[in-house]
């Protein structure tokens, strides 16, 4: 792989309902000695795996890696079970936790748990290659579902994370103004996004009512001042933020 060459990846946007209030979602603390965005608060998620895109050729998925891979890396990294029929209650979906991150496949995992995976949980929602050098380049595609009913405590199970946490958009974001949270530029862009929705099927609709495109930022330059910026198409409320003392990721 050169350094210009990005790596698949996936992530999963697990929204949760809330009764009196906005929605939370799932959100994970990078460890400190990451070489990609370390210490960032991101959605749970990570590189397409081999044994993912064979997975998803075998049962003919649109995106397939990609979804079996988001479903993945949220319990490896959370234990929080999605997408999977009949779905695991806590006890079991830390089990689930310990044979993933022990080395076994999804697909094995499926097999030995006498589960089936249900694609259809997951929305396509975005899709982000930057471009700006950096230790590592993701082409990452982005998917929301519901998270399952019950009250889910996430545990953090490997050591890319140091935490997680369920926490609304506008929280993470007043977080990232007042310097005790840091974000990269995809996931703070996507939380303003997801902030004006009142719960999981406004979310739904936001997808659907915008094209899924490759979301490569550009920067502009405009008196003296340089900007990092998106398409204004797309979906995203906030599509320009001055570079100057932001962490692009």
Same mark, same amino acid.
């Given at each position: 792989?050169t =350094?210009? %060459?990005? +790596?698949p990846?996936?992530?999963? +946007? ?7 209030g906005? #929605? ?12 990609f !965005?370390? &210490?960032?608060?991101?959605? #749970? ?9 064979e997975?998803? *050729?075998? @049962? $003919?998925?649109?995106? &397939? ?6 479903? /993945?890396?949220?319990?490896?990294? %959370? ?5 999977? =029929?009949?779905?695991? =209650?806590?006890?079991?979906? @830390? ?7 022990? &080395? ?34 993701? =082409? %990452? ?33 007043? /977080? ?6 840091s974000?990269?530029f995809?996931?703070? %862009?996507?939380?303003? /996004?997801?902030? #004006?929705? $009142? ?8 997808? !659907? ?10 920067l502009e ?8 910026? +998106? #398409?204004?198409?797309?979906g995203?409320?906030?599509?320009? *933020? ?5 962490? /692009?990721?």
């Open positions: 792989m =350094d210009d %060459t990005a +790596i990846a996936a992530t999963l +946007i697990l929204v949760r309902d809330m009764a009196d906005p #929605p939370e979602y799932l959100m994970v603390e990078r460890a400190a000695t990451m070489a !965005a370390a &210490g960032a608060l991101v959605f #749970p998620g990570g590189r397409i795996d081999p044994e993912d895109v997975l998803g *050729e075998r @049962l $003919g998925l649109p995106n &397939g890696a990609a979804i079996i891979a988001a479903v /993945r890396e949220t319990i490896e990294e %959370t234990a929080v079970s999605v997408a999977l =029929d009949p779905l695991p =209650d806590a006890a079991h979906s @830390l089990e689930l936790q310990r044979d993933l991150l022990g &080395g076994m496949s999804l697909a094995a995992m499926l097999d030995h748990h006498s589960l089936r995976l249900v694609p259809t949980a997951l929305t396509l929602f975005a899709r982000w290659l930057p471009k700006f050098h950096a230790t590592r380049r993701f =082409d %990452t595609i982005f998917f929301i579902a519901s998270a399952p009913p019950g009250d889910w405590h996430p545990n953090v199970g490997e050591r890319e994370n140091s935490s997680a946490e369920w926490v609304t958009a506008r929280e993470v974001l007043d /977080r990232d103004r007042g310097g005790t949270a974000l990269i995809p996931t703070r %862009t996507t939380l303003h /996004r997801l902030a #004006p929705h $009142g719960g999981y099927a406004e979310i739904v609709a936001d997808a !659907a009512a915008h094209p899924v495109e490759t979301v490569t930022p550009w330059e405009r008196d003296g001042e340089r900007w990092l910026t +998106i #398409p204004g198409h797309l995203y409320p906030v599509t320009q *933020e001055k570079v100057e003392g932001l962490w /692009r990721g």
